[in-house]
């Protein structure tokens, strides 16, 4: 089936340690976003790459890294420097590039927990 | 930033009733889309207009887009149980540079009474 897959669905951070989560899509779709989702509100765009190597910064960015090597897969680092990372993370596709009015495609959500 | 902004917070309503929620935004959009999602679910899309477009119909949903107001409204009609969700509002602002994300609202919460 084609789709977006986020992995794993549940994961447990201790306080100073980096963690990565993963998103892998098989829609062929060029532009991949990373969301943060906290508990009664909207998404806040993190990061997102319209291209293979090449990323852009969001509107939260900061403790956060991702990379962008194969079309198919966009990870996201959660790093030490994030202050608050417990949070609702989603990743979404879409066919980008100059193309718009496309809708976007979403993964079914990381839940991270700093313990 | 969070463009969109969804009225109500909160809805209740009786099954077999009307739904409507309302989204407000602030700067030119290139179309508006609506979200669903479910407790603890990725979002589904449910719709989207262009800029040139007032009004749109998919089964039970219409929503509707006013430019100079700057707001959409989504309507679904004869509720279910089964659309009791959140609903998210979200502007697409394509600023020649490729797909630069959807800007979310903060979502309506929906339950339907059975």
């Known amino acids: 089936d084609g789709g977006i897959t986020q992995s794993p669905k549940y994961l447990f951070r201790k306080e100073g340690q980096n963690v990565t989560l993963s998103c892998e899509q098989n829609l062929n779709h060029d532009a991949m976003y990373w969301y943060r989702q906290d508990p009664g509100q909207g998404l806040r765009l993190i990061y997102y790459?319209?291209?293979?190597?090449?990323?852009q910064k969001g509107d939260i960015a900061e403790g956060y890294s991702v990379s962008r090597e194969k079309k198919e897969s966009f990870p996201l680092t959660v790093t030490s420097a994030q202050k608050n990372p417990t949070a609702f993370y989603l990743c979404?596709?879409?066919?980008?590039?100059?193309?718009?009015?496309?809708?976007?495609?979403f993964g079914q959500g990381t839940r991270l927990t700093v313990v | 930033s969070q463009q969109g902004e969804e009225d109500p917070q909160a809805l209740s309503i009786q099954e077999g009733e009307n739904a409507t929620m309302n989204c407000s935004y602030k700067?030119?959009?290139?179309?508006l889309q609506w979200y669903r999602q479910n407790s603890g679910r990725g979002l589904v899309h449910l719709i989207l207009?262009?800029?040139?477009?007032r009004e749109k119909h998919s089964g039970r949903l219409r929503v509707t887009l006013d430019t100079s107001k700057k707001s959409s409204s989504l309507l679904i009609t004869a509720s279910r149980a089964a659309d009791t969700a959140s609903y998210f509002c979200?502007?697409?602002?394509?600023?020649?540079?490729?797909?630069?994300?959807?800007?979310f609202g903060k979502g309506t919460h929906l339950i339907i009474q059975p």
């Open positions: 207009i262009r800029s040139n477009e």
């Open positions: 979404a596709s879409r066919g980008g590039g100059l193309r718009v009015n496309t809708e976007a495609f």
């Open positions: 790459s319209q291209i293979v190597n090449d990323f």
């Open positions: 700067t030119s959009i290139n179309n």
């Open positions: 979200a502007t697409d602002a394509y600023s020649g540079g490729g797909a630069d994300g959807l800007t």
